[in-house]
């Protein structure tokens, strides 16, 4: 849960039917590159630590200043093995802690990596799958009942989704693609907005190029134009931070804690 003191501009709920758009458009050689200068790190790391810049960057210009770090809502992947060519989707949300009081960029994309990594450990051990089994049961008439009076009293509008922002990473071809005999030239992303999070990225890759695109809530964020430039900023200040590093001096993650499922904790001696 967020705090009301730690709240943003976008984190009082969607009051408003209109929403803005803006984004921004760069090579994937250059992530990558500066995915390489942290061992172990991967795109969406480098995608969280610049989008953590560009949304601390915002704030700063309008006067918001956070106690304690950024949050971010970090979509992954939840299908097993097995499902992958069923061509369903499934995916839930991880509340990522992107380390925006730390101010030098590898050494904040190093804190980024190891923090998602165990996120998604957690995740492993206490199984992505409950609420969709619960879904899978439960009577249908029931879910539509509550799916109304959600709704009609807006009480998705009001929950606090426990993160500041949303981001989602959507790959996408590595080969040209054609649409009605016209050739795809970019990809970009359009996100829902619910409960109080009315900021989202979506990141989208197609060929060489990758964007990180942005929907918010028009009263949430008035001047959507600032944001896009704020992303530009943040990318290159972190591939600045990456290329001014040495090549023999690649960054390493330190070892973090290891989950473990209680079964398999180690017995207290008696």
Known sequence: MIKQSEKTPFNYGI???ARVWGAGLFNIKD???IKQSVE????????????????EQYLAKHDTCLQESLIAGMAVDTRAMTEYDTGTNHATLLSVCVHSHIKEPLERLIKIHAESELRKELLAI???DIMRDVLDVAPSGVLNIAL??????????????????ATTNIPGPRTERYL???KVVYSFGLAPLTGTTGLAFVIS???????ISFTCCRDSIKDPDFLEQCIYDAFQKVQLASRSAKPSSKKKVAAKPVARKASTAQKTSK
Do not use: P, W
Request: aromatic share 10%; hydrophobic share 40%.
């Open 15 to 17: 009051t408003s039917s």
């Open 31 to 33: 992530i990558i590159e």
């Open 40 to 55: 172990g790190a991967t795109l969406n790391d480098v995608i969280l630590c610049i989008t953590s810049y560009a949304v």
């Open 126 to 128: 206490n199984g992505a």
């Open 148 to 165: 109304k009076v959600a709704n009609r009293f807006k009480l998705l509008d009001r929950q606090n989704m426990g993160f500041h922002y």
């Open 180 to 182: 009605a005999g016209s």
């Open 205 to 211: 890759s197609y060929c060489s190029s990758l964007s």
